[in-house]
């Protein structure tokens, strides 16, 4: 098959529709920014285990209810950026709107979770969060620190300023507040090694 490496390829300056030509072919995701093909490396143990915590918690939470979370293959459109990133978590609000007919990509997130590691953070927190902030559905980014016990949220103001909050002790609770729905340290962190 002719699209195994973007860098050979393209040299690695795709367009947004050569990147999600090529992407779909995959049988592993990589992200879009700037005409640059990012591979994403694997999850940890501990990321998974996070992520599993809390997509079990919100899930039940969401029966039956407007607004649903996804795990991470789900593709978000960046579109005033022409990036497409792949959030450990999404949780959408109302009708997803699609980017085209093959329906593998949102327009929409209301609330977008990542699981940091050591090589992802400075990225997580930097140059993806900017990005994210240029969609208008976007009210509420949470982070869960997968090397010290914490998880971080920056929330959309009605003035479009963002307002972060942190907790940090194992018996503190956060408030996703799109959906109404507060969680323990405790429980993100069940069966987790620190």
Not at 1 to 8: D, G, N, R, V
Not at 59 to 67: D, E, N, R
Not at 88 to 106: P, R, Y
Not at 123 to 151: A, C, H, N
Request: hydrophobic residues 35%; proline residues 4%; charged residues 20%.
């Amino acid at each position: 098959m002719q699209f195994q490496e973007p860098a050979l390829q393209y040299g690695n300056n795709m367009s947004p529709q050569e990147y999600l030509a090529w992407e779909r072919l995959q049988s592993y995701k990589s992200e879009y920014v700037g005409g640059k093909v990012v591979a994403m490396a694997g999850a940890s143990i501990k990321h998974n285990k996070i992520l599993s915590n809390l997509l079990g918690a919100v899930q039940p939470f969401l029966k039956g209810k407007p607004c649903d979370i996804y795990p991470s293959d789900l593709r978000v459109l960046v579109k005033s950026k022409d990036a497409y990133f792949y959030p450990d978590a999404t949780i959408v609000c109302g009708e997803l709107e699609l980017s085209d007919e093959f329906k593998d990509t949102i327009k929409n997130p209301t609330v977008i979770v990542e699981i940091l590691s050591p090589s992802t953070t400075d990225y997580d927190l930097g140059r993806k969060f900017f990005f994210y902030m240029q969609i208008d559905s976007f009210k509420e980014y949470i982070t869960v620190d997968t090397v010290s016990l914490q998880v971080r949220i920056g929330r959309k103001q009605s003035n479009g300023a963002w307002l972060f909050s942190e907790y940090n002790t194992i018996d503190e609770a956060f408030t996703i507040e799109s959906i109404g729905f507060t969680i323990s340290l405790q429980d993100v962190y069940q069966d987790v090694t620190m």
